[in-house]
């Protein structure tokens, strides 16, 4: 599984590129600190699967998720957020994300859900 990262958290772009990048079973193709450069860069390789932040820098992740389904309807997008409000995941999920995942989830629960 090829999957693409949007965080614009360095320390936390890292680690989950650490965690999610495994011989076999999956790669990390992209890791993006905002909105605008993955909308930019994945339309090169498209990933099966990008993992987002809603709080990023300019366009939030429930915009570059609407753009990104736009772009490529088979994408699946899901959201990796420490906002637990309803009106924030269900604007995730109406945007296009097919799951939410709080960043307080273990690697191993991330992991399973994609």
Do not use: N
Not at 8 to 24: I, V
Not at 32 to 37: C, F, P, Q, T, W
Request: charged share 20%; hydrophobic share 50%.
């Amino acid at each position: 599984m090829k999957i693409a990262l949007v965080e614009d958290d360095p320390a936390q772009r890292t680690a989950l590129a650490l965690e999610l990048d495994l011989p076999g079973r999956s790669v990390v193709t992209g890791a993006y600190a905002d909105a605008e450069s993955a909308l930019r860069e994945l339309p090169r390789a498209w990933p099966d699967v990008v993992l987002v932040d809603l709080s990023l820098p300019g366009l939030d992740g429930a915009t570059l998720i609407a753009r990104l389904r736009a772009l490529a309807p088979q994408l699946v997008c899901v959201v990796h957020s420490s906002h637990e409000e309803p009106a924030r995941i269900f604007g995730a999920l109406k945007a296009g994300a097919v799951g939410y995942l709080l960043k307080d989830s273990s690697a191993t629960d991330l992991l399973l859900a994609l």
